[in-house]
């Protein structure tokens, strides 16, 4: 097992380089001025265009060029983003906690709704039960996440202004910024308690509640189908109609034999719904004016800020990875049958 | 690029055959499964209405139109009528190819204050005078247009490509899978963004990005089906009867995989256009003032918060377009939950 992480860690930088080297490849599309915008950050060189491409060779064959770009990387120097007016990495090293906090608190009810309404609609097939969650599952996965967010907003914002966007109220923004509150992890909520802050992990989770609502509808539908699949699936099985012919009782054959099995695939597809999260982070944060990456991002691409973007993809690409591997482990703890040799 | 035009070949073979087969098809176990569902009948309404509302968008909208949108089609407002007359040339140029100008939406004033739905315009006015009704009308042919395009190209990438992993199989083929793997794996929102950000904003490169980030999981499903294809009996028969290896990739292999595909990437159309819509929302797409539901709903975060004492004031500008993506989304959803379960009805 532990041979098998080593060696899809390993994975992880060719997986990086892949997508980099696709990155920067798609780049040479660009003129070289084009290029060279990315490393401007005054006016004195927006006159000195040319002074920029001969000094980091952007006019060089892409093998060059990319060789630059990699062993600058590699030091740790991403490039600058101007959507954030600092270096790429220190925005990522800043506002991705934030975003791994909004991912994993909607992960939550994603997969706490999806397994008990997974586990009703199968156990009731074809009953009442089963065609509301079916037609639930139906409407909320149709619902993008954009359109969900804006309504939310405007009800519970604009309307009822209950809660607030953002990631804390003014006067907390303030306490911190005169000092006083220590930073952890980044994450607001798990900082707050660290500092025993009380009335900030609460004011924290209030901004939280409309984006991972936001976030949690579309990956609960999904998870709720997969979980209703998968214990019809273990209900057919030999084993569930031995333990009935023992004279189990129902809910203990259903619980225990059936649903323990039919888990398997939904915690598979849990980790891997966290990477695709991600895509929902994007909107989610643009929406509710939350300062993670997704919003960064967001704003980068729009004012095509290269190495802001590439710098995302690159986290977004290690996050998918490791999600990936959490899931095979995850595979194999619940599930003795399978080994990784 | 022989192999890219064979396939759209393809279907010119076999009218005769569909015809005669038309009446059985609709007899099969796959429709009459499908007719009984209400679900599925119900997706199907839902997207014919669409499909209904984006052809005739023009006439629809025919005493709304801009001024731009009128002077190309050669109508002023009082000969607006002409539209609804199908033996006036007019009607068909303007729903077979409406000019460009007719999916600006058309300004009922400049005023920054949103109007209620009212007689004349029933679903009411955004900030800076857009008739909200003339944007979500043609917003549905421009839906279409996106998804058909998008889903067309990256269709045609994914045949040719997976076509070409399945017949010479091999590193070419490991080196696609591999490659497909890597792209599938990743959220393909972003993806989309990345290119978008290099190719630069607009509602087209919008639309070159998806289909570049679309085609890798139709290579995969055409090469698994050219895999399936080709072990069948009918494939050995052919090549016991001396066919070339040609002629049995083309007239037999090809054929038979792309059935699968086409209604994979059919029922995809509604996802490529709310990923569309989400990289219009984030500001990657059309520009303000375009018929794309997208932006309409982008335009509406400017609309969060009601005037002062009235917080639910601007409920109209971000309820409609929101409506008519979910409701689009939702035809397609259904009309996909359906198939799947025709296809397998455990899940």
């Keep these: 097992m532990i041979a098998f992480i080593i060696r899809r860690l390993l994975m992880l930088p060719v997986v990086i380089i892949a997508v980099s080297i696709v990155i920067v490849g798609l780049l040479q599309f660009l003129s070289p001025a084009q290029r060279a915008a990315a490393f401007v950050r005054s006016e004195q060189q927006l006159r000195n265009i040319d002074a920029i491409i001969e000094q980091y060779q952007l006019d060089a064959p892409f093998p060059v060029q990319y060789w630059n770009w990699a062993s600058e990387a590699v030091q740790g120097n991403w490039g600058y983003s101007r959507a954030s007016s600092e270096p790429v990495l220190t925005t990522i090293r800043k506002r991705l906690p934030a975003s791994i906090e909004l991912a994993l608190l909607a992960l939550l009810p994603v997969i706490g709704l999806g397994i008990w309404l997974g586990t009703a609609a199968a156990l009731n097939q074809e009953k009442l039960v089963d065609q509301a969650t079916r037609i639930l599952s139906i409407l909320g996965w149709s619902l993008p996440t954009f359109v969900l967010g804006i309504w939310l907003l405007v009800i519970f914002y604009g309307g009822l202004d209950w809660f607030q966007p953002g990631r804390l109220s003014n006067q907390y923004i303030i306490e911190m910024a005169s000092g006083g509150f220590t930073t952890y992890t980044g994450m607001m909520t798990v900082d707050a308690l660290l500092n025993g802050r009380f009335d900030i992990f609460v004011d924290a989770l209030a901004h939280l509640v409309l984006p991972v609502i936001t976030l949690a509808v579309v990956s609960s539908a999904q998870i709720t189908r997969v979980m209703r699949t998968s214990l019809l699936d273990a209900l057919s099985q030999d084993y569930v109609r031995t333990a009935r012919s023992k004279g189990l009782p129902d809910r203990s054959v259903n619980l225990k034999h059936a649903r323990r099995n039919a888990l398997i695939p939904v915690i598979t597809l849990s980790s891997l719904a966290f990477a695709f999260l991600l895509n929902g982070v994007v909107v989610t944060e643009t929406i509710f004016n939350y300062p993670g990456i997704g919003i960064w991002a967001a704003t980068a691409a729009v004012q095509l800020d290269v190495p802001a973007v590439l710098g995302f993809a690159l986290v977004t690409a290690a996050i998918v990875v490791l999600a990936n591997l959490v899931a095979d482990v995850l595979y194999a703890v619940v599930d003795p049958r399978i080994r990784y040799d | ?347």
Aim: aromatic share 12%; proline share 7%; glycine share 10%.
């Design chain 2, 1 to 347: 690029m022989d192999a890219t035009n064979r396939p759209e070949q393809q279907p010119e073979q076999q009218p005769e055959e569909t015809l005669r087969d038309t009446r059985a098809w609709y007899q099969s176990k796959l429709m009459k499964r499908l007719r009984r569902s209400p679900l599925a009948v119900l997706g199907v309404v839902i997207l014919v209405a669409y499909v209904l509302i984006a052809i005739f968008s023009p006439q629809l909208t025919h005493d709304r139109l801009g001024r731009g949108c009128m002077r190309d089609l050669g109508v002023t407002p009082t000969t607006s009528e002409r539209l609804l007359n199908p033996t006036d040339p007019v009607f068909w140029r303007a729903i077979v190819v409406p000019p460009g100008s007719c999916f600006r939406i058309p300004r009922a004033s400049f005023s920054p204050i949103p109007q209620p739905p009212n007689a004349e315009y029933p679903l009411g006015i955004t900030g800076g005078g857009y008739d909200i009704l003339y944007g979500l009308i043609w917003g549905a042919r421009m839906a279409f247009y996106i998804g058909i395009l998008v889903t067309g190209i990256s269709l045609g990438l994914g045949i040719v490509v997976g076509g070409l992993a399945g017949y010479f199989g091999g590193w070419f083929d490991n080196l696609l899978m591999r490659f497909t793997d890597t792209v599938l794996a990743f959220p393909n929102l972003i993806l989309a963004m990345v290119f978008a950000t290099i190719f630069g904003a607009g509602l087209t490169n919008v639309m070159v990005a998806l289909a570049l980030v679309g085609w890798p999981a139709y290579a995969r499903i055409m090469r698994g089906e050219i895999l399936r294809v080709r072990e069948q009996e009918f494939v050995d028969g052919a090549r016991a009867l001396g066919a070339n290896g040609l002629r049995i990739f083309f007239k037999h292999i090809l054929p038979n995989s792309l059935a699968a595909i086409i209604i994979v990437a059919s029922l995809d159309i509604g996802a490529v256009v709310l990923t569309a819509a989400a990289l219009s929302f984030l500001g990657l797409g059309a520009e303000v003032g375009f018929a794309d539901w997208g932006q309409m709903v982008n335009f509406a975060r400017q609309y969060i918060k009601g005037p002062p004492g009235d917080p639910f004031g601007y409920w109209y500008v971000s309820l409609w377009p929101g409506l008519a993506i979910v409701v689009f989304v939702l035809g397609w959803n259904l009309l996909g939950d359906a198939f799947r379960d025709v296809f397998d009805p455990r899940a």
